[in-house]
């Protein structure tokens, strides 16, 4: 493992700060504490509490089901390389199904972080590589807060499906449990969606 | 199949024919729903069902239908979909039922999401494989450990109530705010 320069909490204080007003699939664990811990509740934040293996494919669902939504942006997943790893097959079904609004934040550290450390296989994987090859419409793989910026431009402002693999340190934010029932937190997603473009009664 | 086209099970029909009439009954059923996201893995029971989504008459402007290569990730697709208000149906076998199980209750029974899933039932008479028993004949055992509403067809219902009562789960999902389970017996018993 190397050590990188980005810390999870600024890169989640950088996407918050990019797409304030985008559906956001936050995955599990560290990633879902510290952004609540940097950025707060917040109704377009989307929590997974649990569901290891399925960010993206919540967030992929999203993206298809908003296709044609007016007044909401971009879908972001913003996922572990361990939770990645446990439903890898996703990659295939982005690829194939091509949601444009769709953009993936994988924060790699190289490590199961909320579970002790132990080493994800993330190190040996060109996972940029893979989502191509998957047929994305774009990958990128950053180490710096300027590449991080500059990717994140291109990937608000381009056709996705896109990935964009963050390699972080496994530096970590002091905070605590979250322990929301996860019905309101449905609930509220839901609340904040209807807010921002009110759904065609079928 | 509905009403008059309905055919009683016990006048002697071949078993291709119960896969027929069965079919057409769980097809009616979902188009009733009008599902705007169909998603489905590989079924030879399902065949005729998948067939009439993928490249049949199902096949239809403004749905997307597509594979889901595990079933848990099928979960996770349609616990986004529903939250953006789309109306999604899975279609698999229950031989899945034990990769998707984690998946439902973090994310459908937790998040309180009405999933409709129509899950074909396999390992029983008439069953070809000599070992998918040893995971569909617990199909039921499961969803009950794991407190998922099922409901079942097969020849206890004639076959004239199976259109209505699939289309009734779909309400019945929404109305108690979680996961339900259609399990449809196409092999005969």
Known sequence: MT????????VLRFIDAAAPDSPMVLGLGGIAREM????????????????????????????????????VGKVIAIEGDGS?????????????????????YVLDNGVYLATGGQPTASADIDLAAVAIACSWRGARDVRTAD????????????????????RISTAQLPA??????????????????RAQSPQKEP | MTGAGAVAEDAGETDQQVLQQRSAAIIAGIE????????HLASSTLKIVLSHFIDGPGAKP??????????????????????????PVLIFQDNGIGNLL??????????????????????????????????SERAEALLDAAGVRWFQLDARTPVSRWTAEIERAWAFARATHRPVFVLVNLMGS
């Open chain 2, 32 to 39: 009733a729903i009008d599902p705007d996201h169909v998603l």
């Open chain 2, 62 to 87: 403004g749905r997307r239908v597509f594979a889901m290569p595990r079933e848990e990730e099928g979960v996770a697709i349609a616990a986004g979909l529903e939250l953006a208000g789309a109306r």
């Open chain 1, 147 to 166: 590449e991080l910026a500059a990717a994140t431009d291109w990937a608000l402002t381009t056709e996705g499906p896109v990935l964009i693999r963050v």
């Open chain 1, 84 to 104: 990645l790893l446990m439903g890898l097959s996703v990659l295939s079904t982005v690829g194939h199904l091509k949601p444009d609004r769709l953009v993936v």
């Open chain 2, 102 to 135: 984690t998946a439902l209750l973090t994310l459908g029974q937790a998040y309180h999401l009405p999933l409709l899933a129509v899950v074909s039932r396999r390992g029983g008479l008439g069953e070809y494989n000599s070992m998918i028993h040893t995971i």
């Open chain 1, 3 to 10: 050590v990188a320069d980005l810390d999870r909490a600024d």
């Open chain 1, 176 to 193: 605590g449990y979250f322990l929301e029932d996860p019905a309101i937190l449905a609930e509220d997603f839901r609340r904040w969606l």
């Open chain 1, 36 to 71: 609540l811990a940097v950025a707060g509740r917040k109704g377009n934040h989307f929590i997974s509490l649990d569901a290891m293996g399925q960010t993206v494919p919540v967030a992929l669902g999203l993206a298809l089901g908003l296709e044609h939504r007016a007044g």
